[in-house]
Nanobody
Framework: QVQLVESGGGLVQAGGSLRLSCAAS????????MGWFRQAPGKEREFVAA????????LYADSVKGRFTISRDNAKNTVYLQMNSLKPEDTGVYYC???????????????????WGQGTQVTVSS
C-alpha cells in the first residue's frame, strides 16, 4: 500500500505560481510511476503531468506544457508540480496518483493508477 498526501494548493491570481507537493509513504517510492490529475466542478478528471517509474521520462497535457513542471525527490518520497503562469481554467482539485512499475512511457489514463491522494484545491482568479 502507498499513501499519498497532497499539499500546496490555494488561491492565486491569474499569472501567479503555486507549487504542489505529494508526499508518499508506505513503500519504496523510487519504482513508482507518478501522475498529477485535476478535476474542475462538473467535469471529468483530466491528466496534467506524469513520470514513468524511473523518473526518466515525463509527459504533459498540451494545456499545461511550458507552464507546469513535474519533478520528484526520491530521498524525500515526494513529487512536485510547479505551476507557473496560472490561468483561471487551471482551477480545480489536483490529485496525485501512483502505480508500481509500468513501461518507459508515462501513462495519462487515470484508470491505470492504483493509488490516489485526497486532493488539494487550486483556485485561480481572473
Amino acid at each position: 500500500q502507498v499513501q499519498l498526501v497532497e499539499s500546496g494548493g490555494g488561491l492565486v491570481q491569474a499569472g501567479g505560481s503555486l507549487r504542489l507537493s505529494c508526499a508518499a509513504s508506505g513503500r519504496t517510492f523510487s519504482n513508482y510511476a507518478m501522475g498529477w490529475f485535476r478535476q474542475a466542478p462538473g467535469k471529468e478528471r483530466e491528466f496534467v503531468a506524469a513520470f514513468n517509474w524511473s523518473g526518466g521520462s515525463t509527459l504533459y497535457a498540451d494545456s499545461v506544457k511550458g507552464r507546469f513542471t513535474i519533478s520528484r525527490d526520491n530521498a524525500k518520497n515526494t513529487v512536485y508540480l510547479q505551476m507557473n503562469s496560472l490561468k483561471p481554467e487551471d482551477t480545480g482539485v489536483y490529485y496525485c496518483a501512483a502505480r508500481y512499475g509500468g513501461s518507459y512511457y508515462p501513462n495519462s489514463d487515470p484508470s491505470w493508477y492504483h493509488y490516489w491522494g485526497q486532493g488539494t484545491q487550486v483556485t485561480v482568479s481572473s
